[in-house]
């Protein structure tokens, strides 16, 4: 069964504190993804990597920061943590898969991080 | 550009009843849709996904889907719920480019014994 754990299922931290939430899987995946998740607007994707230090921007990454130093984890850094940032963050991995093929584009998800910004 | 409505946000049922979420997806290129369900308090697992080839999809836990090109439209069906299928579900839509999947807003089915 593929993993995915995040470091922490609750954080609460402070304005303008530098937060870092980890992400690890287990199976070997290239791609690496990052989701917050907010009532009535679903899951928006904050950055993805697909490879080893390669990152790119998702829908909405101001006020965020990614580091991808090992195949197996992937961080998302909050530079100096806002209230707007009070969320519920999830990561996910997949597959790197021609598409249409098995498997192609689905994506394993960590239990999720509810971040608290006072 | 993509993009992914799911009609409902909120379905109150009663226990045995039949449901239906829908899901209506806009994309200029081949698609592929999965349907994503999240229990209290966990992340999302994968319930049923189309790639390619019949239009009638089946997933876990007695969940099934089907792709409509003409309508634009994957709505996932059960034909009796239990309790424990309460839970927010997600409809996604990808295409044939690199490893995005674009989420709907979610619905959250709500069974009621």
């Known amino acids: 069964d593929v993993k995915v754990t995040q470091s922490s299922r609750y954080l609460v931290k402070r304005t303008g504190e530098k937060v870092f939430l980890e992400c690890v899987q287990d199976m070997d995946h290239e791609n690496m993804f990052w989701y917050r998740q907010d009532p009535g607007l679903g899951l928006r994707l904050i950055y993805f990597s697909y490879d080893v230090k390669m990152k790119e921007k998702g829908d909405i990454p101001e006020g965020y920061s990614v580091s991808r130093e090992k195949k197996e984890r992937f961080s998302l850094i909050l530079e100096s943590a806002s209230t707007n940032q009070t969320s519920m963050y999830l990561c996910?991995?997949?597959?790197?898969?021609?598409?249409?093929?098995?498997?192609?584009?689905?994506?394993?998800f960590g239990p999720g991080t509810r971040l608290t910004v006072l | 550009a993509q993009s992914v409505t799911q009609l409902d946000s909120q379905v109150p049922v009663f226990e045995e009843a039949p449901v239906e979420l829908r899901c209506n997806y806009s994309s200029s290129v081949s698609v592929y849709l999965f349907w994503y369900v999240q229990y209290p308090n966990q992340g999302l697992q994968l319930l049923l996904k189309?790639?390619?080839?019949?239009?009638l999809v089946k997933g876990i836990n007695g969940f099934e889907a089907e792709f409509n090109k003409s309508q634009t439209s994957f709505h996932l069906r059960k034909p009796s719920v239990h309790i424990s299928d309460t839970a927010e579900y997600f409809c996604a839509v990808s295409g044939p480019l690199r490893g995005k999947l674009i989420f709907g807003q979610g619905t959250e089915l709500s069974v009621k014994p």
């Open positions: 189309y790639l390619s080839g019949s239009t």
């Open positions: 996910a991995s997949s597959l790197s898969l021609a598409p249409g093929t098995p498997g192609y584009n689905e994506q394993f």
